[in-house]
C-alpha cells in the first residue's frame, strides 16, 4: 500500500501564504497522480489539484492563480503552494495518490486563515 503523509498546514492570515507537502512511501514508482482535496466544514470535499508521474496538472479554474501543484524534487513528492489565502479558503487538505487504480489517501492537514 501506499502511505502519505502531510505536513504544512496551520493557521495563516487573510492574505498569507502556506506550502503543504505530501510525501509517499511505499510502491513509490507505481503512483500514477498525486495530489490535493480540500474539505471544509459542511461543504463537499472539492479537488485542488492533481499531477501525473509525467507532470500533467489537472485543477479546477476557480483553484487557479492562488493553488500552484508541483512535483518534489524527491519522486513521490508533491507540494502544493497556496497564497493570497483567503477566509473561504480554511478545509482539512488532504493528500491522495493513485497506485494501480487505487486511489490512497493521507490524513489530512487542517489550513486555518484568521481575518
Known amino acids: 500500500q501506499v502511505q502519505l503523509v502531510e505536513s504544512g498546514g496551520g493557521l495563516v492570515q487573510a492574505g498569507g501564504s502556506l506550502r503543504l507537502v505530501c510525501a509517499a512511501s511505499e510502491r513509490v514508482a507505481t503512483i500514477q497522480h498525486m495530489g490535493w482535496y480540500r474539505q471544509a466544514p459542511g461543504k463537499q470535499r472539492e479537488l485542488v489539484a492533481l499531477?501525473?508521474?509525467?507532470?500533467?496538472?489537472t485543477q479546477p479554474d476557480s483553484m487557479k492563480g492562488r493553488f500552484t501543484i508541483t512535483r518534489g524534487n524527491v519522486k513521490g513528492t508533491v507540494l502544493l503552494y497556496m497564497v493570497n489565502l483567503k477566509p473561504e479558503d480554511p478545509a482539512v487538505y488532504s493528500c491522495?495518490?493513485?497506485?494501480?487504480?487505487?486511489?490512497?489517501w493521507g490524513q489530512g492537514t487542517l489550513v486555518t486563515v484568521s481575518s
Open positions: 491522495t495518490a493513485n497506485s494501480r487504480g487505487l486511489e490512497y
Open positions: 499531477v501525473t508521474h509525467d507532470g500533467d496538472i
